[in-house]
């Protein structure tokens, strides 16, 4: 499952510099670096711009890695008990 999990991480990882390409151009360099500073908001205007910029597929691809990663950590998450 963590290899899963793992792969999960890397296509999203792949998918959200997929998005800063796209977006450096449009947006300009500070938006931008803020996208690399914080990611949300890479996902956000992927979201809000994937009919314009043709990323629809990767942005549904990035957001079924987003929810795989999450959803197995949180299986393999160990749970405390005292």
């Known amino acids: 499952m963590q ?3 793992y792969l999960a991480g890397i296509v999203s990882l792949i998918c959200w510099i997929m998005v800063l390409i ?3 151009p449009a947006e300009g360099a500070v938006k ?5 500073i914080c990611a949300l908001y890479a996902f956000i205007w992927g979201w809000m711009n994937a009919s314009k ?3 629809k597929n990767i942005m549904l691809i990035w ?3 987003i929810l795989v990663s999450v959803v197995l950590n949180f299986m393999g998450a160990p749970i ?3």
Not at 32 to 36: H, N, P, Q, S, V
């Open 3 to 5: 290899i899963i999990s």
């Open 22 to 24: 796209k977006m450096f």
């Open 32 to 36: 931008g670096i803020l996208a690399i």
């Open 53 to 55: 910029f043709n990323l």
């Open 63 to 65: 957001t079924v890695a």
């Open 80 to 82: 405390y008990t005292p």
